[in-house]
């Protein structure tokens, strides 16, 4: 019996894997241009490869090489980083119905690799099949981890030889993977809340150009993202 549910569990993390396919693909180039973005602004290869261990964001990695090269202050880069991050804590609160009788330990796991990617894959099959799986997530998420860190060293040790990576549209990367989540995520919305959803971006779009007229560019966005969710979820009931 327990031999029996070792396959299983084993199975379910290979088809998490699996899963992940669509976004490693997507991944690599990303994280291969965060490597040689990184290599321009100068760090190190050591740097590159602890923020992508502990920071493991790309948009907030790619904002500490840009900050980096323009000698901003530790403090300004933390309080950055940070409130660029904040969206992890509605992601991952969006995952706790299909979490709750996981493990304390296992959840902070999936908690702690959660990214916009992941997420974007889970909250799919979520909405499809209505039920998650703890030991496929860690398969999804763990495979993403692995990929990302050791595409980032690989692009920081050939960014030597791309000076200009903005030259190459290397820096577009991490746009073009959000534009390819936002379209997938439409496939599995109803027809007759496309426009609901779409209303809602339009919402995104004001509040961000309104509050950046007295706010900083980070700040808007947290909280016309906040904004939206709430009207979203008000009017979604």
């Given at each position: ?178 534009i390819f989540l936002l379209i997938a ?53």
């Amino acid at each position: 019996m327990k031999n029996d549910t070792s396959i299983h569990s084993k199975t379910l993390f290979l088809q998490g894997v699996k899963d992940c396919i669509p976004t490693m693909l997507g991944y690599f180039s990303v994280a291969l241009a965060f490597g040689i973005v990184g290599i321009s602004s100068g760090l190190s290869i050591i740097e590159i490869t602890l923020l992508s261990i502990f920071v493991y964001a790309g948009a907030a990695q790619f904002i500490i090489c840009a900050l980096v090269a323009i000698q901003s202050p530790i403090s300004a880069i933390f309080l950055t980083v940070f409130f660029v991050n904040s969206r992890m804590f509605l992601q991952s609160l969006a995952l706790v119905p299909a979490f709750k009788g996981n493990g304390f330990w296992s959840n902070l796991g999936i908690g702690t690799l959660v990214t916009d990617e992941s997420f974007g894959v889970a909250i799919t099959k979520y909405a499809k099949e209505k039920s998650l799986n703890a030991t496929w997530m860690h398969g999804l998420n763990i495979s993403a981890y692995i990929l990302w860190i050791v595409t980032s060293v690989l692009g920081g040790l050939v960014g030597n030889l791309i000076p200009k990576p903005e030259m190459f549209g290397l820096d577009y990367a991490l746009s073009a993977m959000f534009i390819f989540l936002l379209i997938a995520q439409f496939e599995t919305i109803q027809k007759n809340k496309v426009m609901f959803y779409l209303y809602l971006i339009v919402l995104t779009i004001i509040c961000m150009l309104v509050f950046t007229l007295f706010m900083p560019t980070y700040m808007s966005i947290i909280i016309s993202t906040l904004v939206a969710s709430i009207v979203g979820a008000v009017f979604n009931k």
